[in-house]
C-alpha cells in the first residue's frame, strides 16, 4: 500500500501566499505523474496542476503565473507553491500520484486533502 499525506493548507489573506505538500510512503518502486486537485463547496473537482516523472508540467488557467509545482523524487515528495491567492483559490486541495509497485503494477492513489481558505 501506499499513502499520500499533504500539508500545508490554512487560512490566509487574499493576495498571500502557502505552500502545500505531498509525501508518498510505501511500497513504491516508482512515482509517475503527481497532481494537485481541488474542489471548492458546490463545485467538482478540477485539476489544478500536474508534473510528471521528468519534470514536465501543466496548469489550469485559473492558476498559471500564480501557482508553481515541483517534486523532490528524493524525498517522494510533490509541492505546490501558492501565490497572489485570491478568494476562488479557498477548496479542498488534494493530491494524486501514479505509483508503480515493486512488482511493477500501477496504480492511483489520493491524499486526504487539505483545506485552502483565503479570505478576502
Known amino acids: 500500500q501506499v499513502q499520500l499525506v499533504e500539508s500545508g493548507g490554512g487560512l490566509v489573506q487574499a493576495g498571500g501566499s502557502l505552500r502545500l505538500s505531498c509525501a508518498a510512503s510505501?511500497?513504491?518502486?516508482?512515482?509517475?505523474?503527481m497532481g494537485w486537485y481541488r474542489q471548492a463547496p458546490g463545485k467538482q473537482r478540477e485539476l489544478v496542476a500536474y508534473?510528471?516523472?521528468?519534470?514536465?508540467?501543466n496548469y489550469a488557467d485559473s492558476v498559471k503565473g500564480r501557482f508553481t509545482i515541483s517534486r523532490d523524487n528524493a524525498k517522494n515528495t510533490m509541492y505546490l507553491q501558492m501565490n497572489s491567492l485570491k478568494p476562488e483559490d479557498t477548496a479542498v486541495y488534494s493530491c494524486?500520484?501514479?505509483?508503480?509497485?515493486?512488482?511493477?503494477?500501477?496504480?492511483?492513489?489520493w491524499g486526504q486533502g487539505t483545506h485552502v481558505t483565503v479570505s478576502s
Open positions: 494524486n500520484a501514479d505509483v508503480t509497485s515493486p512488482q511493477y503494477i500501477s496504480y492511483y492513489y
Open positions: 510505501g511500497r513504491i518502486f516508482r512515482i509517475n505523474a
Open positions: 508534473i510528471t516523472s521528468g519534470g514536465s508540467t
